[in-house]
């Protein structure tokens, strides 16, 4: 019959020798000064932060690797829709949720660009701003008990405002975009690079590119 007792797993082992038929399981003491340290779990805000700013490097890596051929071409069955559009998007999205959710608590929201007009270039540069500004939201909600606090303006309410859900939020939008980019240049048989579909799931280079740790 096994015996279950509350261990300290800091000072006790338990051996299961019952697995392979070799008797009972056995408690064997654990010297303290030979005990494995656990490292200490990493910072909250730091984890976060570091997962936006890879997120929205690979959009920008995908948006830098656009043919130019494919910029202005529309989406097939939405004529006044232009993969300049959706690019687009991704940054005027982010600015509206970074005006209802921050303005109140003192983050500022990026202008929002031109959907028929703006160049890559432009649009590269306003996605670093509006990148800044969701990530400011999210240091707000690690600074505020892991919850970015409630403010007037959020009206929807279908989105809980811990800060694991809103990072979720935020990565699945531009994933769901960069696969329509992806999904648009098929259909118009315009070949994307290999460095932009590579590109979409390399992370660790990504990572390494704005300054977080690759060793994980």
Known sequence: MKRWEAL??????????????QGASTIVPRSPKGSPRMPPPPD???????????????????????????????VPGV?????????????????RWIKTLGHEHGIVAPTRVDQRAVT???????????????????????????????????????LALDVGHVLTYFVAHDAHHRGQIVM??????????TAATAGLWQWRPRQREVGGSARR
Request: net charge positive.
């Open 184 to 193: 648009v240049a098929r259909q118009l048989n315009c070949r994307l690079s």
């Open 8 to 21: 300290d797993p800091g000072t006790l082992t338990v051996t299961r020798r019952e697995r392979r038929g």
């Open 44 to 74: 909250l805000q730091d984890a976060v932060l570091a997962a936006w700013r890879t997120n929205s490097r690979v959009t920008t890596y995908f948006i830098a690797h656009i043919p130019a051929a494919l910029w202005s071409a529309t």
């Open 120 to 158: 890559r270039r432009q649009l590269l540069s306003a996605l670093v701003r509006s990148s800044r500004g969701i990530a400011a939201l999210l240091q707000l909600g690690c600074t505020r008990g892991g919850r970015i606090p409630p403010s007037k303006a959020y009206t929807w309410r279908n």
């Open 79 to 95: 004529p006044s829709r232009t993969i300049r559009a959706i690019g687009a998007h991704l940054h005027n999205a982010r600015c």
